[in-house]
């Protein structure tokens, strides 16, 4: 069976896709272990197109297949922002998860309340012949102004999963697994990916 690289250097998402996909008997590997430094510009217009741009540099570079995700909140009473801009939402140079939701919640104060929101992520499978297979998943939520739960990363602590009262960082691992826009994505991608490994 082929590897499969996990296309992206965050380790909070390495991490939720080592969990994903663990059941799969597929080889996972990161650009660490196979020393790649790559750093994709994502200026594409949509989830789509910075995901399949991430996935092809990396299949491209190291001869893998390679799965690649971009995702993004996008928070109604802002009209859809942050999307595509949800991992450079502040001012700040150099800022953290944290600045971000500070600068998101400021934003908020001016907005009648419930700020309803989803989270939306779109996984892109780059096969090094140039062929891609597309998965989206999109979670719904609301946002709320203070900060609950020590799971997760981003945004995690302040979106609100309304159907279970718990924010996404309060959730367990095993929880955020069944229920997040990333793990959503993941279920629709991993048939795909089992034919591709298996038989490519």
């Not at 896709?17 to 080889?27: M, P, R």
Request: net charge positive; proline share 5%; charged share 30%.
């Amino acid at each position: 069976m082929k590897q499969l690289l996990i296309a992206t250097n965050n380790k909070g998402k390495i991490k939720e896709l080592q969990d994903l996909l663990k059941d799969t008997g597929i080889e996972l590997v990161t650009p660490s272990q196979v020393d790649l430094k790559l750093d994709v510009i994502e200026d594409g217009k949509t989830y789509a197109e910075n995901s399949t741009k991430k996935a092809i540099a990396f299949a491209e570079t190291s001869h893998l297949v390679s799965l690649a995700d971009d995702s993004g909140l996008e928070v109604d009473a802002l009209s859809g922002a942050p999307g595509l801009y949800s991992a450079r939402y502040s001012p700040k140079p150099n800022a953290t998860d944290k600045d971000r939701r500070l600068y998101l919640l400021k934003n908020l104060k001016v907005k009648p309340r419930p700020w309803t929101a989803r989270f939306r992520a779109t996984i892109a499978i780059a096969i090094p012949n140039g062929e891609i297979h597309l998965a989206e998943g999109i979670c719904e939520g609301e946002i709320i102004p203070e900060e609950r739960g020590t799971g997760g990363f981003g945004y995690d602590p302040i979106f609100l999963l309304q159907t279970l009262g718990k924010t996404m960082a309060e959730l367990s691992m095993d929880e955020k697994n069944r229920l997040s826009h990333r793990a959503r994505a993941v279920m629709k991608a991993k048939p795909v990916l089992i034919h591709i490994l298996k038989l490519s």
